[in-house]
C-alpha cells in the first residue's frame, strides 16, 4: 500500500508539473464560449482574455455585420481586428478600432462594424488585440 501512494503522488506531482508548462508557455489566450449566438465552431484569440462575443447579423441571418467582444483589462489603448476562418481558409482580418474601457468591471468593449462575412462556411472567428 505504501508504494502505491507514493506512485500515486509522483504521478499527480508530474501531471501538475506538465499542465503548469504548458500554461506558462501559451503564446495566445483562448475563449471557449459554449453559448455563441450564431453557434460557429470555435474562436481564435490572441492578445487578450475575452470573456464574450456577441454577433450582430443581417436582416436575413446570411451575413455577419458586427462583432463585439469584451476583453479583460484596460486594453482600450490597443488596436483591434476580427475576421473568419472559414472552410476556404483565413479570411482577411478587419480593424476594430479602440475599445471602450469600464473601470467598474474592469474590461474593455470592441464593436468591430462594417463586415460582410457570410455565415455560410465560417469555422471560427478570430481575435487579434495588439
Do not use: K, P, W
Not at 455563441?36 to 474562436?43: D, K, P
Not at 486594453?75 to 478600432?97: E, K, P, Q, R
Request: net charge neutral.
Amino acid at each position: 500500500m505504501r508504494r502505491t501512494r507514493r506512485t500515486l503522488a509522483a504521478a499527480v506531482g508530474v501531471g501538475a508539473l506538465v499542465l503548469a508548462g504548458a500554461a506558462a508557455f501559451t503564446n495566445s489566450l483562448g475563449y471557449s464560449n459554449s453559448n455563441t449566438t450564431v453557434a460557429y465552431g470555435s474562436e481564435n484569440v490572441t492578445g487578450a482574455t475575452v470573456t464574450s462575443i456577441q454577433y450582430g447579423l443581417s436582416s436575413d441571418g446570411t451575413t455577419v455585420n458586427s462583432v463585439t467582444f469584451v476583453a479583460t483589462g484596460d486594453t482600450h489603448g490597443s488596436g483591434a481586428s476580427v475576421g473568419f476562418t472559414t472552410s476556404g481558409g483565413n479570411g482577411a482580418m478587419s480593424a476594430c478600432g479602440s475599445g471602450s474601457y469600464n473601470s467598474g468591471s474592469d474590461s474593455t468593449t470592441y464593436v468591430c462594424s462594417g463586415l460582410t462575412q457570410a455565415v455560410s462556411g465560417i469555422t471560427a472567428t478570430d481575435i487579434v488585440v495588439s
